[in-house]
C-alpha cells in the first residue's frame, strides 16, 4: 500500500485522557486537524476494546482520517479500525497480515538499528522508532536514541518512519529534520489543558 503518513500522529493512551474521556479528546483532536489517531490502552479487556475502538474510529472515519488500534489485531479487525500498531512481543507481522484485509495498514515500533533493519524486511506501512528523548508514557521506556539515533534509522529503511518518546513542541522540527516523516505525541498532547489547541500548534509546527 501507498500509504501517506500525516506528520502528527497522535496517541490516545488511555491511562493519559483525563479529565475528559476517549471520546471527548478524540472530538477536540479531530476538529484541530490531527488525522492519524492511534488508541492504546493496556488495561482494557477485549470487550471494552472493542466498544471504545468503535466509538473513536466512527468519529475519526468521519473526516476521512486514520484510526490505528495498538496490540490487539484481532480487535482491530472486529471493530473495523484502519490497522493495527505492534509492538515488539505482539503478534509477529507476517500473522497480523494474515488475519488483517490487505487493505489495512501495520505498523510496528523498533527501539535499535537491528530492530529497524529487521522491520524494513516486513510486510508493514510504517516503522516507529524511539524513544527519541526520555518519555513519561511508558514505566520501563528502552534506552533514548537520540537523534544521532533517528538519523542512522533514516540511512536504513525508506519505508514512512514515526518518531516517538519525549516529543514536544520544542523538539517536533528538529525530529522532523533529523528524518522522521512523522511524529507520535502522547504526553504533551494529553497532558495539555486543552489538547485540541495543544494538536493546533503542532500541527503549525509541522505541517499535514
Do not use: C, W
Request: proline residues 6%.
Amino acid at each position: 500500500m501507498d500509504f501517506h503518513i500525516p506528520r502528527l500522529y497522535a496517541i490516545l493512551d488511555a491511562a493519559q485522557v483525563t479529565p475528559y474521556s476517549l471520546t471527548q479528546v478524540t472530538e477536540m483532536l479531530l476538529e484541530s486537524g490531527v488525522r492519524l489517531i492511534q488508541y492504546r490502552d493496556k488495561l482494557a479487556n477485549a470487550r471494552q476494546l472493542f466498544t471504545a475502538s468503535q466509538e473513536i474510529g466512527e468519529r475519526v472515519r468521519k473526516v476521512g482520517g486514520i484510526f490505528i488500534l495498538n496490540d490487539r489485531v484481532d480487535v482491530a479487525r472486529a471493530a473495523g479500525a484502519d490497522g493495527v500498531h505492534l509492538g515488539q512481543d505482539d503478534l509477529p507481522v507476517r500473522m497480523a497480515r494474515r488475519i488483517l484485509p490487505s487493505d489495512k495498514l501495520i505498523g510496528i515500533s523498533t527501539h535499535s538499528p537491528d530492530q529497524v533493519r529487521k522491520a524494513d524486511q516486513e510486510p508493514i506501512d510504517y516503522i516507529a522508532f524511539g524513544p527519541i528523548f526520555a518519555t513519561r508514557s511508558k514505566e520501563r521506556p528502552d534506552p533514548e536514541v537520540g537523534l544521532a539515533g533517528l538519523r542512522e534509522a533514516r540511512k536504513i529503511t525508506r519505508k514512512p518512519l514515526v518518531a516517538i518518546g519525549g516529543i514536544t513542541l520544542e523538539n517536533a522540527g528538529d525530529v522532523i529534520a533529523n528524518g522522521a516523516d512523522s511524529v507520535a505525541v502522547i504526553h504533551a498532547l494529553l497532558a495539555a489543558p486543552d489538547p485540541g489547541e495543544r494538536a493546533r500548534q503542532f500541527l503549525g509546527v509541522l505541517g499535514k
